[in-house]
């Protein structure tokens, strides 16, 4: 069977599935102040809908598979989706991302069901901190789930820190100084139009390079070769345990090598994180279509997937983004993350 190949050659092998558009948290660069009005449990993907999709898509060559939310533990018996996946000849590689506020109640068992790797997101390692920048999370909480992680084989965990100027673009050292200790893998994530219009601005981004500026703050940087499943270019410090991510959505984009598509929990599939382009997979699924019409439509999403997306950066100054304005409908909540 031929593989998925988009008309700019690339080749398209991982999506992101999100499972839910509910979260525990509301942190301030993801969703707006006053939440965001669920979508109806009627329309979130059933499990069996999902596994349909992975097992439709998996022989054209689709075979690292992430999921998602919101928060994707809150949603019940994920670790029979994770099982079912797991089970499709021909995935090789299973990882999630969290928050990690109930990762430790169930690492060991998602690490049972199949689940390879974890990727948690956090932004602050100072607890009044992160409770104001999570509006009310426990940071005690996302420490014994990495621990808990490591203890599952969930390894290697990744950290994910979006830094914000004048927010905790001073904890950017702090978090590059846990791979002197800790085998993590710390990615910095450029902060993008998402979340609160208020929260928003061109003068609280940070550009990847300034933020590897700061990180030789704590010694200087080694490239290291990473197997390539994502958009990170990885460093380490000498002598360190762990290692160092960059990665650039804005101020180098690395479209040309994207290979993904998003599938979102209410069962739109996006090409790009950054389009409005969706394709509706849940009318097919909810009127028992044949597989060969959800293979046509995975192979439309791949068809109109852009070349890129349009927003640029030049010396930190965001050029298409002006007054606050976001090219992004959708919160990142109702995408996944």
């Known amino acids: 069977m031929n593989r998925l190949k988009d008309t700019f050659e690339r080749r398209i092998d991982y999506m992101r599935i999100s499972v839910t558009d509910r979260c525990n948290l509301r942190c301030v ?3 707006p102040e006053g939440g965001v009005a669920p979508i109806e449990h009627k329309e979130i993907l059933r499990y069996e809908e999902i596994i349909r999709i992975v097992r439709i ?13 919101g928060e ?24 999630l991302t969290t928050n990690g506020i109930l990762l430790e109640r169930h690492a060991e068992e998602l690490a049972g ?4 790797r974890v990727n948690i997101s956090l932004d602050s390692l100072r607890p009044d901190r992160f409770r104001e920048i999570t509006n009310g999370g426990d940071i005690d909480a996302v ?7 490591e203890r599952a084989g969930l390894t290697p965990v990744k950290i994910n820190m979006v830094p914000i100027r004048g927010i905790n673009d001073d904890e950017i050292q702090a978090f590059a100084e846990l791979t002197l200790t800790f085998p ?8 993008m139009p998402f979340g609160r219009k208020e929260m928003w601005k061109p003068e609280r981004f940070i550009s990847a390079e300034e933020i590897r500026d700061i990180v030789t703050g704590v010694g200087p940087l080694t490239p290291v070769m990473q197997k390539k ?23 180098n984009h690395f479209c040309e090598d994207c290979s993904r598509l998003r599938l979102t929990a209410d069962g739109k599939l996006r090409p790009c994180l950054f389009s409005e382009t969706e394709i509706d997979l849940k009318p097919a699924l909810r009127n028992n279509a044949p597989d060969t019409e959800i ?3 995975i192979q439309l999403a791949v068809a109109v997937k852009p070349e890129g997306h349009n927003i640029n950066v030049r010396n930190a100054q965001l050029r298409s983004l002006i007054d606050g304005d976001k090219p992004c409908k959708r919160p990142m909540s109702r995408i996944g993350g």
Request: aromatic share 12%.
């Open 184 to 191: 993590y893998q710390i990615r910095f994530i450029e902060f």
């Open 113 to 116: 069901a199949g689940l390879r």
């Open 72 to 95: 994707p533990l809150i949603r019940k018996n994920l670790a029979y989706l994770i099982r079912s996946i797991s089970g499709i000849q021909g995935i090789d590689d299973l990882s």
């Open 29 to 31: 660069y993801c969703m």
């Open 143 to 149: 420490f014994r789930g990495i621990e808990a992680a």
């Open 229 to 251: 499943s994502g958009p990170a270019r990885y460093y380490r410090i000498e002598g360190a345990a762990g290692v160092i991510g960059f990665i650039s959505p804005l101020s």
């Open 295 to 297: 293979e046509r439509l």
């Open 57 to 69: 898509a998996v022989p054209f060559g689709v075979s690292n598979i992430r999921l998602t939310g």
